[in-house]
């Protein structure tokens, strides 16, 4: 039967960040989420489901912590989920996070037509989990996705891009990144959730996995955006005009 | 002790949340003005499976335990107490008292359609000469043939213009004292009811409320609801489940006070700094956030019980009793937190104070529960 892969990443919710007196972000009291595109990836998936009757999985790696995810992400309809865990998968990068995906998607999942994945991640916004899983498998990749269907053996989709919408197609299987216009996530109800644990989780561990490359790039830090103000005030008359013009002149804003 | 949530609540807390902000939020203020029932709001609710929560999936619910239940109640009331009170009472008393008490075949017809949110329930017991004092009802059922014929008044019904389902309270042998009334389940095409009066409330003025008449109103006798002369029983189990629900609201009305005051405190600026600095108004936060607290496990213990089977009558009309009074203790503070802006119409706090007022009322008065705890307690 075919099926779809839904890859989903379980971030810190940034709703919770705080910024400490000094500047610092504070992760003390986060609560974590499924990454917004990634519940765009999941819907599409289970949409699809829904109209072509196929079998809908949701794959994720992540930290043993992370069983709320593989819970919300069956909650929203898949059918059932692939959950890659240890407690050093904490940071990984995209290239290691592919690798894995990979490596299980080939090894344990095998058939399957479409991978669906979010545009990028909530946190890091990289966009190379997509690009770099289908490299791995062999398989077409088509980014920036607002829109596409399934025929006979191929994908249709539209890309939106800066000049505007390239409709591209491609065989199956294949690997889609897709953007936010492309569906609004339905809200999973009560029952949804409180079935969810009864579906079939398939959980590895880091040891069943072949050896992870090391990671390619090093964080040095992570810090709040700053905005300074210079709390200059102008007024709207003529000569107030002229110093604002002097102003922005000096600072380099105009020409 | 474990106090934590499973991660299915905790999920779920989140989606009502989600819904809430997308749903609700919206729309509070105005359905307020308009004393408006939502009924676009209550599709997506019945849509989203939100309305027979605690309800057992077989009949159309969701098959959550009743702890689920009262967190989904406290956030809806946390952007709209009319909402969260509609959902509290429909599930966690009309749908409920079917449940523990109706005949498969009632459960069927009627427990069902109420479960999935495709008819709402309301609840007659209340007439105008008996609200604490329920033995001075005077709505009577008369075995006449193959039916129940209902006489009487009752006001205050909640949902009164907009159930399809009563559940109504009615003596069938005054003689017998508590053990003479009857409940019976009567469909809104029953012959000879009829919705009366609408009242124009304080607040919670999307819930609407009115009398309902019954005159000569014919019911099959198979809509009696459990046995003759068990209706008072049955209704303070009702009131048990019921009280935890209003608990739940208040808990809600508590914490959107909390951050409307949090919010208020931190941008307002009096005096060059903002007013959270001072002293007595980060005092008024702090014992906010302390009763919110208390109340909050007074609450969802009650619930717990519930749910484990335990008896829970002292704990539910305690949770009701402290968190109602919190509620209307500290919407009073948050309007004076707001200064002159939490007095204006547009302020969520003007609001809140207005709809927290009816919680020390309703679903057994403060006096009410304190003489249930009392009458416990002093066994």
């Known amino acids: 039967m075919p099926s779809i892969i839904a890859c989903f990443k379980w971030v810190v919710d940034e709703a919770y960040i705080r910024r400490s007196p000094s500047g610092d972000l504070d992760f003390s009291a986060v609560d974590y989420k499924i990454g917004e595109y990634d519940r765009?990836?999941?819907?599409?998936?289970?949409?699809?489901?829904?109209?072509?009757?196929?079998?809908?999985?949701?794959?994720?790696?992540?930290?043993?912590e992370a069983t709320k995810g593989v819970k919300d992400a069956l909650s929203r309809g898949t059918d059932e989920a692939y959950f890659i865990a240890d407690s050093s998968f904490g940071n990984l990068e995209s290239s290691q996070t592919?690798?894995?995906?990979?490596?299980?998607?080939?090894?344990?999942?095998?058939?399957?037509?479409?991978?669906?994945?979010?545009?990028?991640?909530?946190?890091?916004?990289?966009?190379?989990?997509g690009p770099?899983?289908?490299?791995?498998?062999?398989?077409?990749?088509?980014?920036?996705?607002?829109?596409?269907?399934?025929?006979k053996d191929q994908l249709v989709a539209e890309r939106r891009v800066e000049e505007g919408i390239e409709v591209i197609t491609a065989p199956l299987p294949a690997l889609v990144t897709v953007l936010p216009d492309i569906n609004v996530p339905s809200i999973p109800g009560v029952k949804d959730t409180l079935m969810?644990?009864?579906k079939p989780i398939v959980k590895i561990t880091k040891d069943e996995l072949p050896p992870i490359g090391q990671p390619l790039l090093r964080t040095v830090s992570i810090t709040a955006s700053r905005m300074e103000r210079s709390c200059e005030r102008f007024g709207t008359d003529a000569p107030e005009i002229t110093r604002f013009v002097g102003s922005l002149r000096k600072k380099g804003v105009v020409g | 002790m474990d106090f934590k949530f499973t991660?299915?609540?905790?999920?779920?807390?989140?989606?009502?949340?989600e819904f809430c902000v997308k749903n609700v939020e919206p729309i509070a203020a105005e359905i307020d003005e308009n004393s408006r029932h939502p009924a676009e709001l209550f599709?997506?609710?019945?849509?989203g499976g939100w309305m027979g929560i605690p309800i057992p999936q077989e009949y159309g619910g969701a098959g959550a335990d009743f702890l689920t239940s009262i967190i989904v109640v406290e956030e809806l009331s946390r952007s709209c107490s009319s909402t969260g009170f509609t959902v509290s009472t429909h599930a966690g008393i009309m749908c409920m008292m079917i449940l523990l008490f109706g005949t498969e075949e009632q459960k069927k017809?009627?427990?069902?359609?109420?479960?999935?949110?495709?008819?709402?329930?309301a609840f007659c017991l209340t007439e105008p000469g008996a609200g604490t004092d329920v033995m001075a009802v005077t709505t009577a059922a008369v075995l006449d043939g193959n039916d129940y014929v209902i006489n009487g008044t009752k006001t205050f019904t909640s949902n009164g213009p907009t159930a399809g389902t009563y559940i109504v309270f009615a003596w069938t042998d005054k003689s017998a004292g508590r053990k003479g009334m009857s409940t019976f389940i009567v469909p809104r095409e029953a012959p000879g009811l009829r919705v009366g009066e609408h009242f124009k409330k304080m607040g919670l003025r999307s819930s609407q409320t009115s009398e309902i008449i019954f005159k000569d109103c014919r019911v099959p006798k198979n809509n009696l609801l459990g046995k003759e002369g068990a209706g008072l029983p049955m209704a303070m189990t009702g009131f048990d489940g019921g009280r935890v629900g209003i608990a739940a609201q208040c808990i809600g009305i508590l914490q959107a006070a909390l951050d409307e005051s949090v919010r208020y405190s931190k941008e307002r600026v009096q005096f060059g700094s903002p007013i959270a600095r001072n002293q007595a108004i980060a005092w008024m936060i702090a014992d906010m956030a302390t009763d919110l607290s208390a109340a909050r496990f007074l609450t969802y213990h009650a619930a717990w019980l519930k749910d484990q089977k335990l008896p829970f009558s002292k704990e539910a009309a305690m949770a009701k009793l402290y968190a109602s009074e919190a509620a209307m203790r500290h919407t009073i503070k948050a309007v004076q937190i707001h200064g002159g802006y939490g007095?204006?119409?547009?302020?969520?706090?003007?609001?809140?104070?207005?709809?927290?007022?009816?919680?020390?009322?309703y679903e057994g008065t403060s006096e009410a529960q304190r003489m249930v705890i009392s009458g416990i307690v002093l066994r």
């Open chain 1, 98 to 129: 592919a690798f894995i995906l990979a490596e299980v998607i080939r090894t344990r999942i095998e058939q399957y037509d479409i991978i669906i994945c979010g545009e990028g991640s909530s946190d890091l916004y990289a966009q190379q989990v």
């Open chain 2, 7 to 17: 991660e299915e609540q905790e999920l779920i807390r989140k989606n009502v949340r």
């Open chain 1, 196 to 198: 969810a644990g009864k």
């Open chain 1, 132 to 151: 770099r899983l289908a490299e791995k498998l062999g398989i077409p990749c088509i980014s920036f996705v607002q829109k596409f269907s399934i025929g």
């Open chain 2, 43 to 47: 599709e997506k609710l019945s849509a």
């Open chain 2, 343 to 361: 007095y204006c119409k547009g302020a969520k706090v003007e609001r809140l104070m207005r709809d927290a007022k009816i919680t020390e009322i």
């Open chain 2, 109 to 121: 017809i009627y427990l069902t359609p109420m479960a999935e949110g495709k008819r709402l329930g």
């Open chain 1, 40 to 64: 765009n990836a999941i819907e599409e998936a289970v949409r699809l489901k829904e109209t072509l009757g196929v079998k809908t999985i949701a794959i994720t790696v992540g930290l043993p």
